[in-house]
């Protein structure tokens, strides 16, 4: 499974950026998609998590303003992360990502390579 993220940049405060993630490869495998970011000195977060049936879920820090979607095409899955709204604490490396459930209850991790975002005040 291979994703490629793109769709960061530097907006000001209050802006819109969408992020688009393209997955390939066994994506008939993947159970979730989502977008995790990770701001310097801090952990990684989960931001938005859409499942293969697309039911979306957010950290309370993304609700009402980022909306997760996700597009199958015949060989790939596009995940986009529309953002809106943004403020400089939302500043992070924003990473694509993807799992697969295995039978005893555990996940496989698929991660892009990361896109900055950067929201000035």
């Known amino acids: 499974v291979h994703l490629v993220e793109s769709g960061g940049g530097l907006v000001q405060t209050g802006g819109s950026l969408r992020l688009s993630c393209v997955v390939s490869g066994f994506t008939y495998s993947i159970d979730r998609y989502g977008w995790y970011r990770q701001a310097p000195g801090h952990q990684r977060e989960l931001v938005a998590r859409?499942?293969?049936?697309?039911?979306?879920?957010?950290a309370d820090s993304a609700e009402g303003r980022f909306t997760i979607s996700k597009d199958n095409d015949r060989k790939t899955v596009t995940v986009v992360l529309q953002m809106k709204d943004l403020r400089p604490e939302d500043t992070a490396v924003y990473y694509c990502y993807a799992d697969t459930a295995l039978i005893d209850g555990t996940y496989v991790d698929y991660w892009g390579q990361g896109t900055q975002v950067t929201v000035s005040s």
């Open positions: 859409i499942t293969r049936d697309a039911s979306a879920t957010y």
